[in-house]
């Protein structure tokens, strides 16, 4: 069974960081992109970062570029994606989902090439 497991969100202050993680088990997902994706109340599903199988390649969204990283750790049961969100903004506030891309046919962006969505972690920032 694949499952993906969110942690790390909270309220942080504008300029401050946190550390989003995400342990992922089941399906060789070692092998695949894993994704990090936001949703603000009232809008949809927004891609924020993507990263390769191998963790060689990354890949933001305009809006995070420079301010966030994605980094993997591919364990033997276990495959931990990790998001280190820097320099953080009002408009970064969201629940933040992780998810594996396994369906052709979509970009590395598009929440239509992902499946197996976690349930999610809340990212507050407010002074």
């Known amino acids: 069974q694949v499952q993906f497991v969110e942690s790390g969100g909270g309220l942080a202050q504008p300029g401050s960081s946190l550390r989003l993680s995400c342990a992922a088990t089941?399906?060789?997902?070692?092998?695949?992109?894993v994704g990090w994706f936001r949703q603000a109340p009232g809008k949809g599903r927004e891609f924020a970062a993507g990263i390769s199988a191998s963790g060689q390649t990354t890949y933001y969204s305009d809006s995070v570029k420079g301010r966030f990283t994605i980094s993997r750790d591919n364990g033997q049961n276990t495959v931990m994606v990790y998001l280190q969100m820097n320099i953080l903004k009002p408009e970064d506030t969201a629940v933040y989902y992780c998810?594996?891309?396994?369906?052709?046919?979509?970009?590395?962006?598009?929440?239509?090439?992902?499946?197996?969505w976690g349930q999610g972690t809340q990212v507050n920032v407010s002074s």
């Open positions: 998810a594996a891309r396994t369906v052709a046919g979509y970009g590395y962006y598009s929440s239509q090439a992902y499946n197996y």
């Open positions: 089941g399906l060789n997902l070692e092998q695949v992109t």
